[in-house]
């Protein structure tokens, strides 16, 4: 479900299951987690490249998938957290590639991106309230620090869907591509690739700052998060949900 390769200092990392929107399972979390954890001390990786399928970027958690693992285990020992922690501790660039949505972690996970390229049918949204929920991923943190409180809350809190040109608008966009939104992101992360890695990490760490406060927020959305799974409204709003789902 995840399609991994390895070319040229770029480890392109493809959401491949379009008969689900590609819908994160937690082996698909897992094997995300896998790559960037392994990334960070395999050489020949200099860039990370996510992407994901003409039209859908992802429509974000499986929720079906994820309620099984959040009743068998601590929310702390789910793949989605390890994953949300590889993004914290992740040490080389990443860029990402959307086209069509980018649904609730589909839309955080970019907050972590260095590069980010999407095409016009790019919609990106977070309806985390909607569903009884707080943001995640840093998002509480990263976002208004990207782009301001009122354009973070409108994202984040109001769930409103933002267009690609919208997206770039806010910073949360590098460029807007009218045609192979996939090739385009694919030569630059060959750029980064290509430049003297040991300057590019201290070059990146030293604009990221320190990911001690961000990996504070991380854990404290997470036990956040946790609680709400339990909360009546949250328990109506996912029944809600998976009626819609059925009809």
């Keep these: 479900m995840i399609l991994k390769t390895l070319e040229n200092g770029v480890q392109t990392m493809r959401l491949n299951r379009p008969e689900k929107k590609n819908a994160l399972t937690g082996q698909m979390y897992n094997d995300l987690a896998e790559a960037l954890e392994q990334g960070n001390s395999n050489t020949d990786v200099r860039c990370h490249l996510i992407c994901g399928q003409p039209e859908v970027f992802t429509a974000g958690n499986d929720i079906g998938d994820f309620l099984q693992y959040a009743g068998k285990v601590a929310i702390s020992d789910t793949p989605v957290v390890r994953f949300l922690r590889a993004l914290v501790r992740n040490q080389k660039p990443i860029v990402a590639s ?95 690739a290509s430049k003297p890695p040991e300057a590019m990490a201290l070059s990146r760490k030293l604009l990221r700052g320190n990911v001690d406060q961000l990996s504070d927020r991380v854990e404290e959305e997470i036990q956040i998060f946790a609680a709400r799974l339990t909360a009546p409204e949250t328990i109506a709003a996912f029944q809600a949900f998976m009626m819609k789902k059925k009809a």
Excluded at 123 to 131: H, M
Excluded at 141 to 166: D, V
């Design 98 to 192: 959307v086209d069509g949505i980018a649904i609730g972690v589909g839309t955080t996970l970019l907050m972590h991106c260095d590069m980010v390229f999407a095409s016009p049918r790019a919609l990106i949204r977070s309806p985390f309230v909607d569903l009884g929920l707080v943001p995640e991923a840093g998002s509480s943190l990263l976002g208004p620090q990207l782009m301001g409180h009122a354009r973070a809350f409108e994202l984040l809190c109001l769930g409103n869907a933002f267009s690609a040109e919208k997206a770039a608008q806010t910073g949360l966009v590098n460029q807007v591509v009218p045609e192979d939104v996939d090739a385009v992101a694919l030569s630059c992360a060959l750029d980064i």
